[in-house]
């Protein structure tokens, strides 16, 4: 079982930016990911990137939205950029161990709005 902390959800203006981070502990993790959901929808895919470096994002964000990790740290970050109010969304951390259990964060919440 892997333990994901999140952490850099918060409420900014259209066009800003911000930067989520999630970090691992407790088995050894091979993909790492974001996911995100608002009321009454399904949990979608962001972003997901294996340990090698390999990425793959949902089409609406690509682009604006980075993901990149820290292996050494366990740790995954999304950088959102040009953000909309469509975008906002409670997102969750994921990661799959090694042994191919899923694990997911307790969720942070990103507010795009003026």
């Known amino acids: 079982q892997v333990q994901l902390v999140e952490s850099g959800g918060g409420l900014v203006r259209p066009g800003g930016s911000l930067r989520l981070s999630c970090a691992g502990s407790?088995?050894?993790?091979?993909?790492m990911g974001w996911y995100r959901q608002v009321p009454g929808k399904q949990r979608e895919l962001v972003a997901t990137?294996?340990?090698?470096?390999?990425?793959n994002y949902a089409d609406s964000v690509k682009g604006p939205f980075t993901i990149s990790r820290d292996n050494a740290k366990n740790t995954v970050y999304l950088q959102m950029n040009s953000l909309k109010p469509e975008d906002t969304a409670v997102y969750y951390c994921?990661?799959?161990?090694?042994?191919?259990?899923?694990?997911w964060g307790q969720g942070t919440q990103v507010t795009v709005t003026d």
């Open positions: 990137i294996t340990t090698g470096g390999n990425t």
């Open positions: 407790g088995s050894p993790i091979s993909i």
């Open positions: 994921y990661a799959r161990s090694r042994f191919g259990f899923d694990s």
